[in-house]
């Protein structure tokens, strides 16, 4: 069964000037994992609004859980959190108070939002700040709290919007635990990110989207494949360079790539290990020792720049030049 179901969305902002979502066609399966994988202003938020209900689609239609998200938005809140790329938490309150409050808003009553609180505060290694406001938690911190509150009623349908963006790898590492954990617990999940090694980590499928469409699907496997195999990857010392280039391009067939500030030398092959130990033999027989040699499956990002002519992880810097 089809938990979330988006057919064509289109979203413009500013008079139709901005096409945010230009016909996005999306569906995740019951209880497994979609990652919606977008360099920023992909649309990534925009679809995530529309399917929790906090904003409008100009054209297309969304159901999640079975359940129109136009025509009975108060059913969809019901089976839904929502972990937004913005926390949505109340900085002057403790991270207690903030979830208690949540939890009367939801209708828990009070025992019970306690009771849930601090339930989710131990699971999340929250209880010892659990008094403190949250305008002195970490980024860590707050993103945690801010995924407790959207498990308050424990959702059928789970949107994490960006999780892990602005978090230091520990961070990142401790979130996607906490991630994997519920997944476990068989709750549907639709999760954006800019990461990609976050998509291959996390999700069952992929979705890789840019300027609001949807540009390849599959699982991290299957997208990766889409853009061929196994490269052979040696870099050895400056005088070798030559000869090392000549013996991997025999044994690929293929005429090999170089990158000469890493000295790295570069070539698809097809037979894996076995041309790995050809070109081992032939260098050894050269009298040339490799400093580092290995086959390396492309990456996400390889994927994301066959498809788009760009990478997914555009930093800040280079986007400003590009301006
Ligand atoms: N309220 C708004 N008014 C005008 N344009 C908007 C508005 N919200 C979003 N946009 C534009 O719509 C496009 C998609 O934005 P969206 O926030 O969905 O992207 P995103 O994939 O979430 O990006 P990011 O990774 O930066 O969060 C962008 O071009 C953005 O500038
Ligand atoms: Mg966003």
Do not use: C
């Amino acid at each position: 069964m089809k938990t979330v179901i988006a057919e064509n969305l289109v979203k413009t902002y500013d008079k139709g000037k901005v096409r945010a979502l230009d016909g996005l066609n999306l569906d995740v399966e019951e209880g497994t994992v979609l990652s919606v994988l977008g360099p920023n202003g992909a649309g990534k938020t925009t679809v995530v609004r529309i399917l929790t209900t906090l904003l409008r689609a100009d054209s297309g239609n969304a159901q999640v859980a079975g359940i129109d998200v136009v025509n009975n938005p108060e059913k969809v809140r019901e089976v839904i959190g929502l972990s937004g790329q913005y926390a949505a938490v109340d900085e002057i309150l403790t991270g207690y108070d903030n979830l208690v409050m949540f939890g009367e808003l939801y209708h828990l009553g009070k025992k019970q939002a306690v009771v849930r609180a601090n339930e989710l505060l131990e699971r999340f290694s929250l209880t010892e700040a659990a008094k403190r406001p949250i305008k002195t938690y970490s980024g860590g911190m707050r993103r945690r709290l801010d995924l407790a509150a959207s498990l308050i009623v424990k959702p059928k349908v789970l949107f994490l919007d960006e999780p892990t963006t602005g978090l230091d790898p520990r961070g990142r590492q401790e979130m996607w635990g906490v991630i994997q954990e519920l997944v476990k617990g068989g709750v549907t999940l639709l999760l954006t990110t800019q990461y990609l090694e976050e998509a291959d980590q996390l999700a069952d499928d992929i979705a890789v989207i840019d300027t609001g469409k949807v540009i390849a699907r599959g699982t991290s496997d299957a997208l990766k494949k889409q853009v061929g195999g196994e490269r052979l990857e040696v870099v050895v010392e400056q005088q070798h360079i030559a000869k090392t280039m000549e013996i991997v391009s025999a044994v690929s067939g293929h005429t090999a790539g170089l990158d000469e500030g890493l000295r790295l030398i570069t070539a698809p092959v097809s037979t894996g290990s076995v041309a790995l130990f050809e070109v081992l033999k032939s260098l050894d027989s050269a009298g040339i020792h490799a400093l580092d040699v290995g086959l390396k499956r492309p990456s996400l990002d390889d994927v994301f720049l066959a498809l788009t002519g760009h990478t997914a992880e555009v930093k800040v810097e280079e986007k400003e030049v590009k301006k």
